[in-house]
Every structure is written in structure tokens, then in C-alpha cells.
């Protein structure tokens, strides 16, 4: 068992939008990549905003908290505008957001942790309430248990060893679902993160902004990228360019999250073209940058939809 991932942690770095009224469920299914009318109460959603274009502007892990409310939880950094812009479609749908963010304590489990807090084993994405939090099971980092709690501000957290937040973020890099932060905000498409392969997108739903690119990616071959896992020396940073030794002129990647790991050095989950997997060196940050060692994600990629 790794100790370095293993206890609880308050996520600081997260926040939550509220979509309450008799159309918040309809509302959410013609925005998402992710189906939203037909969550139950037994399952969370990860799932995508994305523009025109395909691109992930947010992303989210989303909860039904009745049957008509839903409970959004994505990266602070972004709520802001991200709230602002789905405001905007709301019309004439009897649906309202807000930023509920004070009102919600976010803990991440991990470890012992989950162990202590779930009394059986799990998926990802499934959800179980105990008490007033609402525990969701995430995907394992080096095949550690990973939950994140959601309750209401004020409560108790979750029983467990305090954990460190960086070691929280370090495991979410290690478990290769990357969430959508501002340097990166329209610059990829779901898969060229895997989305579609962790439970993000949803091929059988109605429309929603994107998904006719989103769609041609998965169906008729075209996508050039996809998320591995990256380990190096030097620190790195989201939004960071990455090269490979056959091309100086082009990057051939981007960093979509990175922490610092606990053993020594940074990890990262890095966007790269598909010929950069092959072989040959990638760099990061110029072509003669600190050379980063990839493995492959975690989790097998989907192959058939």
C-alpha cells in the first residue's frame, strides 16, 4: 500500500454549481457530453462542456440530489465563467444555477480511508449516501482506492489519517482522469483525454454543443491524440508544450495536469499525438527540454461504441 496516498484531504481547489427547477435535468442533457436525464441517484456522471468545435471548455463530476436537482463539482479556477456561459442557454427553461460552492465541504478518500468510510467494494462512478455526504468512487491511482465525499458545509469529515491536498493531486494525475482547468480551457476534445474510455461521453444521448466533432472523432478515425501518463524531473505545469525528437519546429503535446510526486520528481497526464507514443524522445517545454519517460493510462481505452 502506498502512504502517500492514504487518508483524508479537504479539496480546496474544487467547487460546485447547483442546476435546480423541473428542466434541470433536460437543460443539462442539451449541454453535456454526458447522459443527465437518465442518472439515478446510485451514480455520479463525469462529463464534459464543450463549444462548437468539440473542445472542453469544464469539465464535471455530477450528481442527482432529487429529481429535479442536480450538484455539479468541477475546478474552481473556471466555475466563474463557466457558470456566466450556461447561464446564458438557460432561456426559457425552468432551470437555475448558481455557484454553491460555500455551501458544500469537498474531502478526498483515499486508501484506508475509503476502506473505514464504504462498507463494500466498487465501481467507478458509483455513488453511496451515508449521512449527509455523498461519497462517490473514483478510479484507482497504483491500485489505490480513491472516493470523493460531498457534503454539506459544516459536517464532520470523513473518518481517516489527514492526507496532505498535493498528495491528493498528485493521485488524481496517477489515476489519469484529468480535470479541465484554465490553461487548457478549448484545447482539446474529450478523447484526446480519454474521456470517451472513463465513463465522460456518451455516444447514444441526444444533441449537445460539439457532439458532431466529437462524434466523427470516435467513428470515422480522425483523432490524433490521446492522454498517457508522464514522469520527469523538472517541474511542469498545465498548458505546457511538449516535443518529440522527430519534429523541433511543432509541439506534439500538451501538459493537462501535473503534481509533484511524493518518490521525487513530477508526474503529469499529457495530451500527446499518437506518433509520439511510438517511440523517440518527448521533451518538455522545447525540443531540447528535460526528456519525459510515458506510460500508457491506466484503464483500457475503449474500442467499441
Given at each position: ?23 434541470a ?32 471548455q ?30 446564458m ?18 474531502y ?5 480511508a ?24 473514483l ?72 457532439q ?17 501518463l ?13 516535443f ?22 513530477w ?21 531540447d ?5 510515458l ?8 474500442a467499441?461504441?
Amino acid at each position: 500500500m502506498t502512504d502517500a496516498l492514504n487518508g483524508v484531504t479537504p479539496l480546496s481547489h474544487l467547487g460546485v454549481i447547483v442546476v435546480e427547477g423541473d428542466d434541470a435535468a433536460t437543460f443539462l442533457q442539451g449541454q453535456m457530453t454526458q447522459d443527465f436525464a437518465l442518472l439515478d441517484m446510485a451514480h455520479a456522471r463525469l462529463s464534459a462542456y464543450c463549444t462548437a468545435k468539440g473542445r472542453m471548455q469544464a469539465s464535471f463530476i455530477g450528481i442527482r440530489t432529487a429529481p429535479t436537482a442536480f450538484l455539479l463539482v468541477m475546478s474552481r479556477d473556471i466555475l466563474a465563467p463557466t457558470l456566466k456561459r450556461l447561464s446564458m442557454f438557460v432561456l426559457r427553461a425552468k432551470a437555475r444555477l448558481r455557484d454553491a460552492t460555500p455551501d458544500h465541504a469537498l474531502y478526498g478518500v483515499a486508501g484506508d480511508a475509503v476502506t473505514r468510510n464504504l462498507p463494500a467494494a466498487g465501481e467507478p462512478w458509483d455513488r453511496m449516501d451515508i449521512g449527509p455526504a455523498s461519497f462517490v468512487r473514483l478510479y484507482p491511482a497504483d491500485g489505490q482506492a480513491r472516493a470523493l465525499a460531498i457534503a454539506p458545509a459544516g459536517s464532520a469529515p470523513p473518518e481517516g489519517a489527514t492526507m496532505d491536498e498535493s498528495r491528493w493531486q498528485w493521485g488524481d494525475v496517477r489515476a489519469g482522469v484529468a480535470t479541465i482547468t484554465a490553461p487548457i480551457v478549448e484545447a482539446l476534445v474529450p478523447q484526446m483525454l480519454n474521456y470517451e474510455s472513463v465513463g465522460g461521453v456518451n455516444f447514444k444521448k441526444g444533441c449537445y454543443p460539439g457532439q458532431e466533432v466529437v462524434a466523427r472523432s470516435q467513428f470515422r478515425g480522425t483523432l490524433k491524440r490521446r492522454a498517457w501518463l508522464a514522469h520527469g524531473d523538472a517541474p511542469m505545469s498545465v498548458g505546457q508544450e511538449l516535443f518529440h525528437d522527430s519534429d523541433a519546429e511543432q509541439p506534439c503535446g500538451v501538459i493537462a495536469q501535473a503534481a509533484a510526486a511524493p518518490a521525487g520528481g513530477w508526474d503529469a497526464i499529457v495530451s500527446l499525438q499518437l506518433a509520439a507514443t511510438a517511440g523517440g524522445a518527448v521533451t518538455l517545454g522545447a525540443p531540447d527540454g528535460p526528456r519525459l519517460l510515458l506510460q500508457p493510462p491506466p484503464y483500457p481505452l475503449l474500442a467499441d461504441v
